[in-house]
């Protein structure tokens, strides 16, 4: 019912930047969608949680490793989810997806294809 697609990965240097962008379509609409979330996945290791935003902006959260570096936003106009990343390091290669919940608390119930990042030393 509800789509997903990343967008903005790329190859950086470390100590630069990028903005992955979420969008979430369906025919559900985004009213139906109480959370959004990034995760990503390197090689060999487990998913990890990154940032969570509440539907209405409030509920942000953010995995302690990333906190400073990392910015969540949304913009329900757009119907889109985005993660600034700021200073880059070599171990934040990964595949970065996208997730979305339909209730405060609940299973992430959709994901994204993910958006490969990957920094260069």
């Known amino acids: 019912q509800v789509q997903l697609v990343e967008s903005g990965g790329g190859l950086v240097q470390a100590g630069g930047s990028l903005r992955l962008s979420c969008a979430a379509s369906g025919r559900r609409g985004t009213f139906s969608v109480a959370t959004m979330g990034w995760f990503r996945q390197a090689p060999g290791k487990e998913r990890d949680f990154l940032a969570r935003i509440y539907w209405n902006g409030g509920g942000i959260y953010y995995a302690d490793f990333v906190k400073g570096r990392f910015t969540i936003s949304r913009d329900n106009d757009k119907s889109a989810v985005y993660l600034q990343m700021n200073s880059l390091k070599p171990e934040d290669t990964a595949l970065y997806y996208c997730?979305?919940?339909?209730?405060?608390?609940?299973?992430?119930?959709?994901w994204g294809q993910g958006t490969q990042v990957t920094v260069s030393s």
């Open positions: 997730a979305a919940a339909t209730r405060l608390g609940g299973n992430w119930d959709y």
